[in-house]
């Protein structure tokens, strides 16, 4: 019985977390279905699938050609657009951030469902579904460069406008004091109410990658005057991940092993 009152109460505060942070601990995505001479395709059904997790979001274009999924695990992703008429179309090796919106569109062209195109390659880098200054520090950057105590957040000053003064734990972002910048990992704030520090900081090794926004954020991310950290940790793959720390001291060994289930 506890046990299923705990589950319900996590439940609970995981769906409250999601509402009200929107994009925090995710990412989204959104464009616009339409044929070789550039006319909307209504109606077209589009597939997202997670390349490390397997796990697929279908959603249909609007009568406009847009289509959009939220909420979505931030990893790499396979797009499949269909349309009756048109030859299938595979989008492969789609990039999203954590705390991002981005938008790839999808040209189709006229032919038999049962042929396909498909087309690799990433999102453009230019950002032009949100007005925020972001800077993504991806998983890779933050296991192999040097972080004085494996404290994360040294390399927010990675991001243009963060400074960490020398002596200090938590950055000022474009001038601003460091109490006013807002922490969200996987999309719950890390912040205790007074005097505005951080509850705590994952390890390292867990984390996925990290997004600094320093400018003109979004209204979901609210109840502050500074930057936003927006942190998404590790969620695991089809495969067993392992991480060995060795400390010499104690000749001990610390093996992280996490995997999800489909």
Known sequence: MLVRKV???ALLFSLAANHAFGQAGSAELTGVVSDAAGAVLAGAKVTATDTQTGLARETTASDSGVYVFTSLRPSVYTLAAEAVGFQKLVRTGVTL????RTRVDLSMVVGSVQESVTVAGDASLLQTESGSITQSIDHEKI??????GRTFIQLA??????ALPPGTLLPRINGGRPRTNEY??????????????VVFFPIVDSIQEFNIQTNAVAAEFGRFNGGVVNLSTRSGSNQFHTTACVNPARVSVIVWIKMSLR
């Open 7 to 9: 589950l319900f109460l």
């Open 157 to 162: 000053t990675l991001s243009p406008g963060v």
């Open 184 to 197: 969200l990992f996987d999309g719950i704030s890390a912040l205790q109410p007074e005097p505005g520090q």
């Open 143 to 148: 296991v192999e460069l040097p972080l004085n």
């Open 97 to 100: 951030p954590t705390g991002e």
